[in-house]
């Protein structure tokens, strides 16, 4: 039971109040920590580096090596670029892509509905294929091509181009419900208009059928992006 | 200020009125574009920075691979050395219990594991991964304790018995099973005599399995404590019930504690993932209070598929006998109902909705029912689960009732049209209380019509067409449930800025439902808006907006009425100033087209953004709503199927379905007709996927730290299967019915749980038709049932009857 | 077992030679097991699978064996690290080998088959749960097959089995069956060639472990190779499951059939998902060659395929995946027929 404080404080207070054991943090806690203080993300969502330049986060007290097999459980800082801006993150050999992701960089679009490669709710394009980041080592990423639900105004992106069309196909054919699953069902709909503009059902069936939708909203997102890939072919493209 | 007028003048209940917003079928959902561009934050998205926080540390489950064991130690020493945190029973406060009366439980348990799942100890950590390590680094030793899964056999003396006083909660059973008390009975007429006189006797069996809700995202909360403030965001249906929880267990005033759906407190900032009855209120809103006071930092507790599967809440499987008595012209005489409710480990008294369900949706001068809760080893905690047994209920009625039309060789369409309840002036036989609307027999009808069912209909155990392997059956069912009770009152407000910024607070939330879209739609229409484009929405907060009961029940919509009251409180305190710049009575006045004008004189009219100028500043309406008491609130509804099933794989496949729902008034369309058609899916699961499991072998030496025989199967969505986009049917027709409801705002009601609600049985009763019409008796009926049913079908090539027992007298 | 869904903790090993991999495992022992896509490692250490669980991984997905090649005369050969969607979509594969594109196609879904590989859809471990939910089996250093005495219906032989009853669960590795493909293994003294029925025996025991594949600790599979399909051959696979996406076979059936004009003058076809290794069905191989498909002759090979079939009576039982494999059968051959 906490000290009952006198001054009448909004329970949404933005104070701080670390205590010896919070400041007790492990090593790799500060270094991930470091990593979003340097402003790769605000954490309100606003990405504030810019363009294709890469923001690199010193770490303060000690630099790691990614040498391969000296400390085969050290881990190391690897270079990812995502929805076209590059990110230096410290990763563990265990951290998946989902993870990094979401705690590190703040990139909570990409969702963890099971975090067991499951569900297809974190789905994420990898140069353009879609793949479970929940299931995916953040260092096999590195250097790679990423794209997450967050990026849909990547400048001469086709990725990104198809990505906003199903975005804005999914309002106008209520393609979600609850929506908590429809980030990674519009991923893997983007990697199957990415390979294939003008899918027939059956092909939508077969690209999709790695997403669960709890919500069975699944006429909602066959509409979806039937709608999308009628307008990206009628479109200015 | 606030005012409660007894009746809202606004509520129009026109069957033709013309609308804006309400059932405009352009009205897109108001949050969909911020969720499928990653921007709205659900609970397990939140960090550390959306609450002005550096750092958040992360919390986990430590659950008991074991059916029913004692626990003899717990250490936690390693991971508390390694820098971890832990909670286990003895750190919680003495008498802090969950759950309901006499099965009320510690959130952790130190003593004895009643089920596979059970949470022994938490852990909190610096990042997500060291969770696991912190787990790991705890020591538990069990001793196993013989357990019972079947609620027939923990019925018997013989069985463990898992509480004190027995198997049923609050009761027992006396001489000859016969259930003394703990149980419902509800007779009307003399059954007895009924079956004794009836021409033809029909009884048998059913039953259900252990479900679970497999949100999208799992429940869980964000706790952080200021001084001696708590805040918790939480993915909760219900925020008041958690502040209350919450302000009991830390013995602090619910005003020192803050609760909100995810980040809640914004424009539309509720945001659940789902939750289906499952996120009310639970352990972890708790213990990552007590965690975040302990470490002085937020506690992030998102509970893992495994400990969400097993340790939540689930819907309870429920057993139903029935003894039918019909005469030879179809009129149902006599029905004779026990039902046996699994409630699990911890769960309550359950089973008097689905009763409630086959009384309501026939018409039958006898009828007795019991109902007895069972306690066993099986799952958790029997509860809600897109209905409050109303799901299982409704595949027990229809399946006996079916079989019952099958047994008089009557079409089952005609039996129900003949037996069913149904305008006019319909009436709950018990209480003996007067429906606030029925849209039966009109659904009935119109769905019968767009199925085609006189074309497709060719007889009990004749398939609409064989193809090769492929057989075609077809099938319906009614269904009558109930969509809401008498809660607390709704509250809600509505304020009007001067520069014509309309804001709808209400303390109801979205879990996929639509509510984001719908409150603000319902205050929008009241206020003569054309658009919601300058409506914000601030909802499901305690600090921001007050209690509207819980967002489950399918009555949301029914509680967002308040809303209408609201609008009226604002009219009464704007009209005045509006009538002296139109020199007109303040009484004459209304909203309409985006803006406030003269009744008597339409053309002397001001717009809403130029009448909120003459605002000098805010002003905010208060609506209160008391859903009346005296009156029986139901959803009705009847759904046709055509199923296909390959003879040689056993694979079933869902071609089509009609549904049609009374739904009062269509308010939200999109999102009317997307959870009707969504519902159904999810009633393909429960038709023929979902069941959570647990190890039937037996007696196999335990194995420390290891599971043992008994525990879990398939906590997982790819064991626990839910249907992929190959399982949605090819085509989907659901029909609104709109038969407007006094009560709803604009006359309607909820859907929510009705949208799931005998899609099953619907589905069943068509496959049964196409397999010569073999009768299954249980949910889910996986690939093996199909396999036995072909068998069954090959061997009687006439479509014999089935096991089930039928005398005619 | 952990009730969590992180990682534990593992050491990286990388390697650049299919040799330096396996010097790795050499040095690390039983302590280290190789990943290459990662869909079941990754999924197996979330589960806590005990004996299952490496500390260090050998990751070997940056080696130069992605790749599909084919040769009119030498057949086919697959890197070890080639996606299961590329064999999937290949258009050769597709030409050639019907059957092994049709079963690729079948696994899991699409997110999964771009990351899992060739190699990993043979060396998967199975799904039976109990090893999957950590139970103390023989697979996990326990001493008993808790499939045989509980919950078998979807996972356990009905073919029987030798301590452990858990299916292979793979379907690449039924069409490999039937396209009588060898693989090449990497040892520390080098690689060898065998034929892929001797690196899935069903039950072996390594090392003192009771696994399903025969690999030694520090061998890898580098390479499939499918010799070249016989002059008039058709190929086809049928995966009977309850769900149509992320399932496993209850059945499948892999059949490749060598046609004298309507007569088939030789046949290959193999069962999955029925038996601890893919089930040869010799008996309706005999009975099918001389005769044409008809429908009698098809559900004459069906009968014939799940001969011997000793379905499990203990626990739940699992007869009906009896039903379920000649279903698979039949379908198969009928998609053969013209």
């Known amino acids: 039971m906490g000290e009952k404080d006198s001054t009448a404080k909004q329970p949404h207070s933005e104070e701080s109040e670390s205590t010896p054991l919070d400041s007790k943090m492990n090593r790799r806690t500060f270094l991930k920590a470091s990593t979003i203080s340097a402003g790769v993300i605000g954490l309100g969502g606003i990405a504030l580096s810019t363009g294709n330049s890469t923001t690199v986060v010193q770490n303060p007290t000690e ?148 997403n669960l939708c709890r919500c069975g909203n699944y006429d909602g997102i066959i509409a979806s992006i039937q709608l999308a890939a009628q307008n990206l072919q009628g479109g200015s493209a | 200020m606030s005012s409660k007028p007894q009746s809202s003048g606004l509520n129009n209940l026109d069957p033709n009125a013309k609308f804006n917003l309400v059932g405009n079928q352009a009205v897109t959902r108001r949050d969909i574009y911020a969720k499928v561009t990653g921007q709205r934050k659900y609970t397990p998205d939140i960090g550390p920075g959306d609450i002005g926080r550096s750092t958040m540390w992360y919390a986990g489950f430590l659950v008991a691979p074991h059916p029913h064991a004692r626990v003899t130690s717990i250490d936690v020493s390693a991971a508390q050395a390694a820098g971890y945190v832990t909670l286990v029973e003895s750190d919680l406060p003495v008498g802090a219990l969950f759950g309901i009366g006499a099965r009320a439980y510690p959130p952790l348990v130190s003593s004895e594991v009643l089920y596979p799942g059970q949470p022994v100890a938490a852990v909190a950590a610096p990042t997500a991964n060291e969770v696991v390590d912190a787990l790991n680094l705890i020591k538990v030793e069990y001793e196993q304790l013989p357990y019972v899964f079947d609620a027939q056999e923990a019925l018997q003396a013989s069985a463990p018995q898992l509480w004190p006083g027995g198997n049923v909660p609050g009761g027992g059973v006396g001489e000859n099973g016969a259930v003394t008390s703990g149980t419902l009975t509800l007779n ?44 918790v965001n939480a993915s909760t249906q219900f925020a008041w019930a958690v502040q209350q929880q919450l302000a009991a267990y830390f013995a602090i005033p619910a005003t020192d504690v803050r609760v909100s759906t995810s980040l809640g407190g914004y424009e539309d900032g509720g945001a659940l993932g789902n939750g289906l009855g499952n996120k009310s209120t639970g352990e972890e809103y708790v213990l990552a209070a007590v965690l975040a006071q302990k470490i002085g930092a937020p506690v992030k507790f998102v509970h893992t598929r495994l400990t969400h599967a097993r340790t939540t809440t689930n819907r309870w499987p429920l057993s139903a006998t029935f003894r039918l008595g019909a005469m030879n012209d179809g009129t149902l005489v006599a029905i004779d109902g026990i039902y046996t409710a699994n409630v699990g480990g911890r769960g309550g008294a359950q089973g008097a909705d ?7 949706a026939y018409n039958c001068p006898n009828m007795r029912f019991y109902s007895i809760p069972v306690t066993t080893d099986a799952y958790s905690n029997g509860a809600a689960m897109r209905s409050v047994g109303e799901e299982q209920g409704h595949f027990l009625m229809e399946s006996a009732i079916d079989e019952l039309a099958h047994k008089l060789n009557m079409d089952p369409v005609q039996f129900r049209l003949k037996n069913m309840r149904q305008a006019p002036n319909p009436v709950e036989p018990f209480a003996n209380l007067p429906y606030t609307t029925i849209a039966q027999p009109q659904a009935l009808q119109e769905a019968m019509q ?90 499901s907060d305690t600090m921001y907006t007050t209690n509207a009961s819980v967002t489950a029940g399918s009555q949301s919509t029914h ?14 305190q704007w009209f005045p100033i509006v009538a002296s710049k139109l020199n007109a009575n303040a009484n004459n006045l209304a909203f ?69 729902l009374g739904l009062g008034r269509t308010i939200f369309y999109k999102g009317a007709i997307h959870q009707m058609m969504g519902g159904s899916v999810m009633g393909i699961g429960s038709a023929f996927f979902e069941e959570l499991l647990n190890d039937p072998s037996q007696n196999v030496t335990v194995t420390p730290g290891f599971p043992s025989s008994g ?99 | 077992m952990s009730s969590n869904n992180e990682v534990p903790k593992f050491g990286l090993l990388t390697a650049s030679t299919p040799a330096e991999a396996v010097s790795l495992l050499t040095q690390y022992g039983d302590q280290a097991r190789i990943v290459s896509g990662g869909t079941d490692l990754l999924y197996t250490m979330k589960n806590g699978v005990t004996y299952k669980t490496p500390n260090y991984v050998v990751d070997i997905s940056s080696l130069p064996l992605n790749y599909i090649k084919y040769d009119a005369t030498d057949g086919l050969r697959i890197g070890a690290t080639t996606p299961i969607s590329a064999i999937a979509t290949d258009p050769n594969i597709a030409q050639y080998y019907a059957v092994l594109s049709q079963a690729a196609a079948t696994v899991a879904a699409p997110q999964i088959r771009n990351q899992a590989t060739a190699a990993g859809d043979i060396i998967q471990d199975t799904w039976c749960w109990y090893l999957r939910n950590n139970y103390p089996c023989w697979q996990n250093g326990g001493n008993v097959c808790y499939g045989v005495l509980g919950d078998n219906r979807y996972y356990q032989s009905i073919f029987g089995g030798r301590l452990t009853f858990a299916v292979n669960p793979g379907d690449t590795p039924v069409a490999y069956f039937a396209l009588n493909a060898d693989v090449t293994v990497q040892g520390p003294n080098g690689t060898t060639n065998m034929p892929i029925s001797q690196l899935l025996p069903g039950v072996a025991i390594v090392g003192g472990k009771v696994k399903e594949n025969s690999l030694q600790h520090n061998e890898m599979v580098t390479e499939i190779h499918v010799p070249a399909p016989p002059a008039n051959s058709v190929s086809s696979w049928y995966k009977v499951r309850a769900r149509q996406s992320f399932d496993f ?45 008809t429908t009698s002759t098809i559900q004459g090979a069906a009968a014939k395929a799940v001969e011997g079939a000793t379905p499990l009576t203990t626990g739940t039982g699992n007869s009906f995946r009896v039903f379920l494999a000649q279903g698979a059968v039949s379908k198969a051959l009928t998609l053969l027929q013209s």
């Open chain 2, 354 to 360: 689905a009763v409630g369900d086959f009384y309501n």
């Open chain 2, 450 to 539: 767009a199925f085609g069912w006189s074309n497709l209909w060719k007889g009990w155990g004749v398939p609409s067409s064989v193809n090769g392997t492929k057989r075609v059956g077809v099938g319906m069912c009614i269904q009558n449930a109930s969509k809401g009770s008498p809660f607390p009152p709704s509250t809600s407000q509505v304020q009007v800025d001067p520069d014509g910024t309309v804001t709808v607070y209400i303390g109801l939330t979205d879990h996929g439902a639509g509510g984001n879209t719908t409150f603000p739609l319902i205050a929008s229409e009241a206020l003569g808006l054309t658009s919601m484009a300058n409506v914000k929405l601030i909802q």
């Open chain 2, 559 to 572: 509680n967002s009425h308040s809303l209408l009251y609201a609008v009226e409180d604002l009219k009464n």
């Open chain 2, 188 to 231: 009307l007429g003399d059954v007895d005599t009924a079956l004794a006189n009836a021409d033809v006797v029909y009884e048998d069996t059913f039953g259900t399995s252990i479900q679970q809700h497999f949100e999208i995202f799992p429940r869980g909360a964000v706790a952080y404590w200021s001084g001696g403030q708590l805040t």
């Open chain 3, 249 to 293: 076979a209850l059945a499948s059936a892999a059949a490749v059939l060598t046609m004298n004009g309507s007569t088939i003058s030789a046949a290959s076809l193999v069962l999955g998902g029925v038996d601890v290794a893919p089930h040869r069905a010799t008996a309706a191989e005999s009975y099918l060659v001389g005769q044409s498909l």
């Open chain 2, 711 to 809: 525990s879990w199967l398939n906590p997982n969505f790819h064991d626990y299967q839910i249907p992929t986009i190959y399982e949605n049917p090819d085509s989907a027709n659901v029909i609104p019915v709109e038969n407007i409801d006094p009560t709803g705002p604009f006359g309607a009601t909820g859907i929510g749980e009705n949208c799931i609600i005998a899609a099953d049985i619907s589905f069943i009763n068509a496959l049964s038709n196409a397999l010569g019409g073999y009768r299954f008796h249980k949910t889910p009926i996986r690939i093996e049932d199909v396999v036995e049913a072909i068998q069954w079908m090959n061997s009687n090539p006439n479509g014999a009857s089935s096991t089930s027992s039928s005398t005619t007298s």
């Open chain 2, 592 to 660: 309409g087209n985006d803006t406030i004008y003269d009744t008597t004189n339409p053309s002397n009219s001001i717009s809403f953004n130029d009448a909120a100028a003459l605002l000098t500043s805010s002003i905010k309406g208060f609506g209160v709503w008391q859903i009346p008491f005296n009156v029986a609130y139901r959803s009705t509804g009847a759904r046709f199927a055509q199923v296909e099933v390959d003879t040689e794989t056993a694979v079933v496949h869902v071609i089509s379905h009609t549904f049609a």
């Open chain 1, 63 to 210: 630099n790691l090596p990614a040498t391969s097999n000296s400390d085969p459980f050290a881990s190391q800082t690897v270079t990812l670029n995502i929805n076209g801006k590059s990110y230096e993150v410290s990763v563990e050999p265990r951290d998946m892509l989902n993870n990094v992701l979401r705690d590190d960089l703040g990139l909570i679009g990409t969702k963890r509905p099971c975090n067991r490669g499951e569900c297809g709710g974190c789905t994420v394009l990898i140069d353009g294929v879609a793949y479970m980041s929940c299931t995916y080592p953040a260092y096999r990423a590195a250097g790679h091509s990423i794209t997450t639900v967050e990026g849909y105004n990547v400048p001469s992106s086709t990725e990104s181009q198809i990505l906003n069309a199903l975005q804005l196909a999914w309002v106008q054919e209520d393609g979600g419900q609850c929506s908590g699953c429809q980030p990674g069902q519009i991923m893997s709909a983007t990697a199957l208009l990415l390979s294939n503009p003008n899918p027939t059902l059956d092909e939508i069936k077969a690209g999709m059928s790695g």
